[in-house]
């Protein structure tokens, strides 16, 4: 069963289309979204989430249609959304009381269990965490309300490479019985290496392709020169698909 | 659903300075005040309250909560009205208190009657149709949303205040309970305004936000 099923997203912005995006998440599977800044990455997962408004295309999630079952599909997932902070001076009891009230399926002997796993002190601000906890704390609030399924706008951007690894290890560790699934978007191709199943490719705007990672891999083995011999690692295939020449 | 949105208005989204303007209903305890200065406190609250919530990416996470994204609208329209009546009931009782303790009145503008609350109403109801609906165009320009309600709003209360030193227009000046009664198709009018503008605003206002790019 598919978690999410993407079809035919459009966004027609002046200066960018974001066009015909067609990709679908099975149950229990991590999905890397990929492509370089401004391909068109947070504008998919924002217009999936009806933060942005599609002008085409429809989104199923959990085998319903998102736009019609907007609460109900809110209800079982978590959005950590990069680079964008809530509540700086807020305590992080105070924003936990407030949004655990929306979720019926809030366990709090659950939240306190990742608050301690994740040492994650509710008296601190939210400017007083590092980047990576601020992901962790995310990612708490939507374990706590038993999220099936997770979307991550660019969650290992701005993370030192322990933390990334960290964060990459515990999303392994998440869908391992196979119950959650998670969307992820990133621009770091050591990031699907290490954890995704299945990698997006956005480029453009345009999806480029969306399959299984060795499958992926594969397809893109034509771009390979003319002398080489071992296969092309996602980097290469990235930094060749998008390379710019400049005539200069 | 309601309560919790609200909940999370009054906990996360609201700035401390909400509180405080709210308060100043008490304002019409002071002999000789412009009493139209509450209201416009009343439009002021909302606009540093939005100002904030922009500063803190207070719509983004109310769109992320299990809620429709037209919910984020009802949230802050219920933090602007809740705001709004709690200021009016608070001036309440210093209304029927300055009756007693200052007889003499107001001689700065209009006395805290029922004609006040009248057009207390109306200039609320004038702030926040236009500062609502122009503000969830965008939901990020605030500035220009209060620029463009709090002229009209301002100049209500100008009106207000000054047409009662004509004297064809000092019945609207009066704490007697006699002219008070004639006073009252005003209240009735400026609840009925508020009522009718705070849901055609709302409906504007949902629309415009539903085709917002946040």
Redesign the interface.
């Known amino acids: 069963m598919n978690v999410l099923a993407v079809e035919g997203l459009t ?1 027609r912005y002046p200066n960018f289309v974001l066009e015909n995006i067609t990709f679908s998440i099975p149950k229990g599977r991590i999905m890397g979204l990929i492509g370089k800044n401004g391909a068109g990455k947070s504008t998919t997962l ?1 217009a999936m ?5 599609p002008d085409e295309g429809s989104i199923q999630m959990f085998g319903k249609d998102f736009k019609e079952n ?3 599909c ?2 079982n997932i978590g ?1 950590v ?1 990069g680079g ?7 305590k992080i009891a ?2 936990t ?3 655990k ?3 019926k399926n809030w366990d709090e002997a659950a939240y306190q269990k990742y608050l301690q796993t994740f040492s994650l002190d509710p008296q601190k601000k939210v400017k007083e965490l590092s980047t990576g906890m601020k992901v962790k704390y995310m990612i708490a609030l939507a374990l706590s309300h038993h999220a099936k399924f997770l979307i991550l706008d660019e969650p290992t951007s701005g993370l030192d490479p322990v933390s990334r690894d960290d964060l990459l290890g515990l999303f392994r560790q998440l869908v391992r019985d196979g119950e959650r699934s998670i969307l992820f978007s990133t621009h770091i191709t050591s990031d699907l290496e290490k954890c995704a199943d299945d990698i997006t490719y956005i480029k453009g705007g345009k999806l480029l392709r969306s399959a299984e990672k060795n499958a992926f891999i594969e397809s893109f083995q034509h771009l390979k020169e003319p002398g080489e011999t071992g296969e092309l690692t996602l980097e290469e295939i990235m930094i060749r698909t998008e390379r710019s020449h400049y005539d200069i | ?1 309601i309560s ?1 949105l609200l ?2 208005e009054l ?2 989204a609201a700035h401390p300075n909400l509180y405080i303007f709210t308060l100043l209903g008490v304002l019409v305890i002071v002999p000789a005040y412009p009493y139209g200065m509450v209201f416009l406190f009343g439009c002021l609250a909302p606009f540093i309250t939005f100002m904030y919530g922009r500063e ?3 719509i ?2 109310t ?7 037209r919910d984020t609208v009802i949230a802050k329209f219920l933090l602007v009205i809740l705001a709004q009546m709690t200021q009016l009931i608070i001036s309440l009782p210093f209304a029927f208190l300055r009756v007693h303790v200052l007889p003499e009145g107001n001689p700065a503008g209009i006395e805290a009657n029922v004609a006040y609350y009248g057009f207390g109403f109306m200039i609320y109801a004038i702030f926040n149709v236009i500062f609502l609906t122009v503000f969830f165009k965008t939901a990020y320009k605030v500035g220009k949303a209060f620029l463009l309600a709090v002229i009209p709003a301002a100049l209500a209360v100008t009106v207000m205040e000054v047409i009662v030193h004509f004297p064809q227009f000092q019945w609207l000046d009066s704490v007697e309970p006699e002219m008070m009664l004639q006073q009252l198709p005003i209240l009735i009018l400026g609840i009925l305004v508020y009522i009718i503008g705070m849901f055609a605003a709302y409906k504007v206002s949902a629309n415009r936000f ?5």
């Not at chain 2, 769109?63 to 994204?69: E, G, Q, T, Y």
């Not at chain 2, 539903?210 to 946040?214: F, K, Q």
Request: hydrophobic residues 30%.
């Open positions: 966004k924002k989430l009806n933060l942005v408004r907007e609460e109900n809110k209800q959005v959304l964008i902070d809530f509540y700086n001076h807020k105070q924003i009381d407030s949004t009230r929306f979720y | 659903m919790n909940y999370k906990r996360l803190t990416n207070d983004y996470y769109s992320l909560l299990p809620v429709r994204k539903e085709r917002v790019d946040l």
